[in-house]
């Protein structure tokens, strides 16, 4: 069972899942679960058809938002998307480690004008440091 880390009200944030996580998911209240990891990043990991098949398959809303090599504006234009279309839900992003999630997270907020102290003190309370993203926020 992977750990879900809260960031906000509305959003968790999580290494690697697999599919038999997303009933999990579910029961914490995620509504959308957001895939921030290419496919074949590493061998074995769960590709984005299995892991969208398996939120299909417990009710919840799917986004692959794969994060490669850094942070693009389409990338954080989707999770601006993904965090608008939440709704009384929540949100599950997850990356390998958390990170890139974490970090496109904040950018996304940032640019819906969330101040960046409230954005490093979530982070850091979820174990991750934004200063990749300085430049960004």
């Known amino acids: 069972m992977t ?3 809260p960031l906000d009200e509305k959003t968790l944030v999580a290494g690697q ?10 029961r914490h ?13 590493d061998e074995g990991q769960p ?9 299909k ?3 919840l809303d799917y986004r692959h938002i794969p994060i490669a ?3 693009g504006p389409a990338a954080i234009e989707q999770m601006r998307d993904a965090i608008g279309d939440v709704g ?6 997850f990356c390998r480690s958390g990170m890139r999630s974490t970090l496109a997270w904040a ?4 640019e819906n004008g969330v101040p960046r102290d409230k954005l490093d003190k979530a982070a850091e309370a979820a174990g991750y440091n934004l200063s990749a993203v300085d430049h960004l926020l």
């Open 3 to 5: 750990a879900f880390k």
């Open 47 to 55: 590709t984005s058809d299995e892991i969208e098949a398996a939120a």
């Open 69 to 71: 090599r850094g942070l």
């Open 107 to 110: 950018v996304a907020c940032r």
């Open 17 to 26: 899942i697999h599919p038999e996580d997303l009933e999990e998911a579910r």
């Open 57 to 59: 398959a417990a009710g």
């Open 88 to 93: 009384e839900g929540k949100m599950l992003a």
């Open 29 to 41: 209240g995620v509504t959308i679960v957001v895939n921030n990891r290419p496919d074949d990043e």
